[in-house]
């Protein structure tokens, strides 16, 4: 789980970095990624031999470990995650300082997390791939997983991971952020709805110090984090487009029938698109259905 108040990291490793700590830094970032995963993150235009070297190399040094992932065809997937000596090793990297890495770090966890993690990681890479191809910024840093708010009650909201993506053009430079939910439909279709409710609850929670009266201009709680509040989206995975259609459905009821959710929409951009659509066609295409109802834009557009 990460704290908000951990994120301050640079958009990109600088390039001295070698490869093997950029790699490091992905991991304890990402909690795990398959070879294929790291080398689209960090070196797109090198060959899976090079990762796989440098993979191996912090295996043997019992800094990185894998797991191999169950595959219909057989095939042999692994998925890196760090040791406890590797985590240790990350404190003190540039791109993590500020905050310290919650990774995965034995086999059982890897199996265990494996597959939601790697789906989180495969939405990221679809935007970070478009980035690349627009010219904008969006790179491993600037995506956060389990990135955690309180909404009081001692209850809280957590998101599965922050993006932090910069639209660049000639003349201006727009900066965008976003909530993302990953939903590979494990869970019923009312509990993934309810997710809008704790973002609404987010949008209105105002922390108080404790023991003190509660006053008119403390403002929100996520100011402390966000100039503005972040876009809301739902990446949707794992069912028939029948079954994914009618989840999205569901948000978009959520959001006609919920007062607070309502008053989220109004001043929120809320959208959810179909994770194979956006790897196939890129987030920037008209994907994204607007959960207050209308015809499918870019998420940019919401």
Known sequence: MTSPAQRAAPTSVPPR?????????????HRIATTTQLRSM????????????????????AFADSTVLPNANRSRTHAWYLTPEGARLTRDLPALRGRPPYPITSATAASLKSTHTL?????????????????????????????SHSIGEGERVMADAVMHYTVTGPDHRQKLRAFIEVDRTTM??????????????LFQYEAQPVGRRRTSTAGPAWLRWYPVFPRV????????????DNRISDL???VAQHPLVAHL????????????????HGPAQAVWIPLTGGTPQPWTDL
């Open 17 to 29: 970095e070698p490869l093997r700590l950029q790699v490091l830094a992905a991991l304890a970032q």
């Open 42 to 61: 960090l070196r797109p235009a090198g060959t899976r031999q090079l990762m796989s070297r440098v993979l191996n190399k912090l295996r043997s040094d």
């Open 119 to 147: 789906t989180v990681v495969r939405a990221h890479l679809a935007f970070a791939a478009d980035a690349r191809r627009l010219g904008h910024e969006h790179g491993p840093w600037d995506w956060t997983p389990e990135v």
């Open 188 to 201: 019923s279709s009312e509990r993934l709805a309810v997710k809008l409710i704790e973002y609404a609850r």
């Open 233 to 244: 989206l739902f990446i949707l995975t794992g069912a028939s487009r029948t079954r994914l």
């Open 252 to 254: 978009q009821a959520m």
């Open 265 to 280: 929409a109004r001043e929120v951009r809320l959208g959810a698109a179909i994770l194979e659509d956006i790897e196939n």
